[in-house]
Nanobody, 114 residues
């Protein structure tokens, strides 16, 4: 069973930055398309960044230009650099494979105050 461990969340003021990390305990990590998701309070989980095994990335308009996803296949880790944070970015952030959903990790809380 794949274990996902997210870290790096915290509380910041609007305009601040955070870098999230997620490590996956799977030897096939380099072949998996990976994504960062978030779940705001009382709302559904949504995809905010994706990176294919090829390195190609994609973002929704809500975070484009502010968030950057990257990966280190040797470490089995995917990162999310978040800049110019806004209060509406407040959520629990998770990572997971795209296409084959692994058991969700505990997530990491990001709180942005105005």
């Amino acid at each position: 069973q794949v274990q996902l461990v997210e870290s790096g969340g915290g509380s910041v003021q609007a305009g601040g930055s955070l870098r999230l990390s997620c490590t996956a305990s799977v030897i096939t990590f380099s072949f998996n398309n990976m994504g960062w998701y978030r779940q705001p309070p009382g709302k559904q989980r949504e995809l905010v960044a994706s990176i294919l095994y090829s390195g190609s990335t994609n973002y929704p308009d809500s975070v484009k230009g502010r968030f950057t996803i990257s990966r280190d296949n040797a470490k089995g880790t995917v990162y999310l650099q978040m800049n110019s944070l806004k209060p509406e970015d407040t959520a629990v952030y998770y990572c997971n494979s795209i296409g084959v959903t692994w058991t969700w990790g505990q997530g990491t809380q990001v709180t942005v105050s105005s």
